[in-house]
């Protein structure tokens, strides 16, 4: 009997443990991390936390307490969940003086032309690969949300 017991709490956390690739983050974690981002907000008004990596996707945090430039991504999709704040999103239209920051990457300093959306907690956008987008922020506000970001190649 003392064998079986042994066997079954040995066999428990390989039978228990969670499949390679799931990740769990509570809406409390993510508050949590949130707030630390809050107090590391860089020249930009700008922090970001990677939180895992899988094969052609990435997921993050991101917080933001002033605009971000306009972006286009050639590779990734982004897809943001609002957890805090708002901001007022630009997609599509052109991005002004474009300039290539990494590879894949395309920055400017605003976009004409676009769509806005205002966003709040709870809202989920999906944004295509090639497609410019910016976020602005209200001043004195902030917005934090969370990403996934996936990569065609």
Known sequence: M??????LMCAFPLIAAEPKGFAYWSSAELKGIG???????DGAKFASQQLERYGNHYTMLAHREGNGQA??????????????????L???????????????????????????????????VHIA????????IDQGKEFT???????GQ
Not at 2 to 7: E, G, R
Not at 71 to 88: I, K, M, N, S
């Open 2 to 7: 003392k064998l079986k017991t042994v066997i």
């Open 35 to 41: 707030q630390k981002l809050a107090a590391k907000v």
């Open 71 to 88: 972006e286009l991504h050639e590779t990734d999709a982004d897809v943001f969940v609002v957890q805090t704040g708002t901001a007022t």
């Open 90 to 124: 630009v997609v599509g239209g052109k991005i002004r003086d474009p300039k290539n920051s990494a590879p894949n990457e395309v920055r400017g300093s605003a976009i004409d032309g676009g769509t806005k959306k205002v966003l709040g907690p709870g809202d989920i």
């Open 129 to 136: 690969a090639k497609t410019p987008h910016q976020l602005l």
């Open 145 to 151: 949300y969370f990403t996934l970001k996936v990569s």
